[in-house]
């Protein structure tokens, strides 16, 4: 099965600085690439997501790379802010008839220090 | 939020005990997920439903199962509660094969 692994397990950077966070996918079949945050106590919410068809997707501060020659796919928040800090989970899956089945990276623990 | 509601929030019970935990949606999504989230391990798949009595396994399916009779909801099932199943449960729900997932608010559940 697929196996999605995410690094790094936890970054520090300071407020108005970018954070990136890259995650590699061992299933070339994927095809959907979705980013999920996650502050603490509360659920996983979508923040952006993109398909295998689309290299580089924006909105606002976020951005998402995705190369599919090498399987890996990356996270950029630029002008980070304090409210950015929390777990930010990658995850990958091969969309079918059986639905969205994603698979998870460890997350990472993203600290904005002011 | 989506209108995903997980029942119970939060709940002790000890081992070797049967517990069922409740998602409902009032999405009429068709796809429909459990997920369990450890330290370490991110989130996993458990179930997965993708219609009214359709339903499949994860890839943390042993000791769980789950039925789901109606488009609304979707029930998880331990079926002899262990200590190593003491873990944060999500449900998720999707329009369609291609649509994002979208998570409930999460039962927390510990098994003494």
């Known amino acids: 099965g697929e196996n999605v692994e995410q690094h790094p397990s936890t970054l520090s950077v300071q407020e108005g600085d970018s954070a990136v966070i890259k995650c590699t996918y061992s299933?070339?079949?994927?095809?959907?690439f979705p980013w999920y945050k996650q502050e603490l106590g509360k659920r996983p919410q979508l923040i952006i997501d993109?398909?295998?068809?689309?290299g580089e997707k924006k909105d606002q501060r976020i951005a998402v790379t995705l190369n599919k020659t090498a399987k890996h796919f990356s996270l950029h928040i630029t002008e980070t802010q304090p409210e950015d800090s929390a777990v930010y989970f990658c995850?990958?899956?091969?969309?079918?008839?059986?639905?969205?089945?994603?698979?998870f990276g460890t997350g990472t623990q993203l600290k904005v220090e002011l | 939020d989506a209108g995903i509601t997980q029942s119970p929030r939060h709940k002790v019970t000890e081992t070797g005990t049967p517990v069922t935990l409740r998602c409902h949606q009032t999405?009429?999504?068709?796809?429909m997920y459990w997920y369990r989230q450890d330290p370490g391990h991110g989130l996993r798949l458990i179930h997965y439903s993708y219609g009214v009595k359709d339903t499949d396994k994860g890839e943390v399916s042993d000791g769980y199962s789950v039925s789901r009779s109606k488009t609304e909801d979707f029930l998880l099932t331990l079926e002899s509660a262990t200590s190593s199943q003491t873990s944060v449960y999500f449900c998720?729900?999707?329009?369609?094969?291609?649509?994002?997932?979208?998570f409930g608010n999460g039962t927390r559940l510990t098994v003494t």
């Open positions: 993109i398909r295998s068809n689309v």
């Open positions: 999405e009429n999504h068709r796809y």
């Open positions: 998720a729900i999707s329009e369609s094969r291609g649509s994002p997932l979208h």
């Open positions: 995850a990958a899956s091969i969309l079918t008839g059986g639905g969205n089945k994603l698979t």
């Open positions: 299933d070339s079949a994927s095809n959907y």
